[in-house]
């Protein structure tokens, strides 16, 4: 009996119509799968004697229709990627004014550098021109006598080959016939013209020698020593190529690319043309099956290596609207830590609405980043000394230079790194000290309580002033409803969250803020040095709009930054270097990640920016708190409410309802507690541990009863833990 061939299902193709009278053969060298179903295909027509190699084939793909329809191929094009009319260098208002500066400036350069040298190039071709004079005469000599054929007729001489020799001979009579004509013609001309210039006079004469020293000195000069030498040096990038490319991915010892490129191998595709994108270039390449973006990434050094350039040039992305095997190769002329930063736009100036783009930063094109704040919070992150204070500098000068917002600003290193923004900030505090993090930590309770009244006045307008319940410019303009936007700045905000009293709180405070503010009008901007769990909470890195990552060592700060899977989506800020300071991914603003380097301003020229920024503040009458001089701590800055309510209870009340603890706070601190219930109060304990239960009690006729209260011994506990004290 015939051997029974039955070809695993994804392994086959339709034939073609040329192969459909030829026997088919397993191409996927598997051989018998009996495990499979054997589905009989109507292709298999006839029975044609093959019938014993057909049986159990199934055709999975369709044939291509040998002429494809105008509309299916117009439809083809639905989902292709559409290149850009005009090129993004022109596009870019910033990007096409440096290119057209640059270009002028290099034009100007290359003039001013050969017009000095003009008297040295003149005196050059004069020294060459009896070169060229004895060039051009022996030349036109050799030429009309037709002397470079002499060598074969002396060879027809030396073998004595009288044919040849005869016909060489006819040969070179012909020519030389006309090449004298030729050449007499031009002797003539020549001493029509010489004359023509010696009756001219003045300066014809004087420019017509000039030309001819000019011409004469020029076919005298030696090939090696070009007259002119070049005015610029060249250091630019050589051309990105395709052939470059390849070799590069062929040198990253990834298996299924070296398969792909050997014999057999299907290559790799480019699907649209290498070209120049700012200042380096764009290549779009399609990797071998299998091969995702991210293994690139992870060899982002080797592939450096491969293409010859420096690290900070090589730029690999995902194309993020792709499949994961499209790479976005971007190649840089100069390392992005290289390049001079321009200008921030607004360093002069300039003023900034928190309501519209401010600009924070380029990218590795040399193009704008810019940021919106409102309705967005942000956390910056990196390790110590990368840029991340440079970073939160720009946005709080931008927030400093709308005369609206208000400022409060807390840098718990105590280095006065923005000190600058004492000039302009409502709130201000600096260094790491227990008083500086617990005024942080009021002026945060502040912010809260403020919340609740910003969402109670919105909710008060009729809906045609505030149709979205939430603050629009127009309202922040309205002083008299309080709806200006408040741009809470936390720099090293670990010694805030990790403090072992205010930490559990404060991160309450920043979670609630983060997830309500922004509607409100609240803005909340942290950076931090330790992008971890203990000292980020969760509430607040999983809630923040804007990311921006700086150096960090490892996956989970990086993902802790930049969100869940990020570093497996190809956002590795673990891939940066110690000298790409300032540079970082930032998520959050565009739709897709981007590699930006924020602008730098140094502590002096931040300190004229909040200048310009009091000034603005001053005229628009919104300068207060500390910068204005007023007495702007809050009530409780430095307090803590474990001990205020430690202090409310007596020592022999075991356990006290939580009304009655909050009426006593209220008459402790009226500012702080005033109107709080025993329901806030439960809420601003749990960050402490310390729940509320029912407790028995007696009201102040003397009547007992079971209502929700705290047990003494709780908030003991809590203030031991708090202190450290055993
Ligand atoms: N955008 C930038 N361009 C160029 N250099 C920068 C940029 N940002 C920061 N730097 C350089 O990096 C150095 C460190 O910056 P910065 O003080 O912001 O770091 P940091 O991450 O806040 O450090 P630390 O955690 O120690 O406070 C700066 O002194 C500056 O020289």
Redesign the pocket.
Known sequence: MAEVLRLPVPYVDEPTDAEADEPRTDYSGNGVDESRPAVPSAEDGPDDGNNDILEGKVLVDQAAPRRQEFRTRLLAGRGARRRPIIAPWLRDREEAKTTVRWAVDYGTHIAGFHAVRIPLYAATLAARSPRGLWRLVAGTWRWTCDAEALPLRLNAVDGNDADTYLRLLRERDNRVRWRRLLASGGLLGAGLAASAVAAAGGVAQGAALAALVGVLGWIGSPADKPLMGPAVVSTSAPKLTSEIIVRALGALGIGEINKALGKGGAGITFPAPITRDGPGWRADVDLPYGVTVTDIMDRRERLASGLRRPLGCVWPEPAHDQHAGRLVLWVGDQDM?QVK?PAWPLAKSGTADLFKAIPF?TDQRGRTITLTLMYANALIA????????????ILALAAALDALAELRTFEL?G?G?LSALEKVAHHYGSGQDDETIAACLASLREVRKDLERRAQTLRKLPKDVCPENKVTPQLAAKKSLGLRPLVFIV??CQNLFAHPTYGAEAAELCTAIIKLGRAFGVILLL?T?RPDKDSLPTGVSANVGIRFC?RVMGQVENDMVLGTSAYRNGLRATTFGLRD???GYLVGDADDPQIG????IDNLTADRICERARALRKAAGTLTGYAAGEDSAPDDAGVSLIDDVAAVIGSDEEKIWSETVVKRLAELRPGLYAGWTPGQLADALKPYGVATRQVWGQDEDGKGANRRGIVREDIQEAAREATGTP
């Open positions: 830590n930063p930063g990196a390790m110590p000394g990368m840029g991340k204070t440079f970073a939160l500098r290193k280095s790194d720099d090293e950076a040095q700086l300071k300032g540079i380097r924020s602008y730098y």
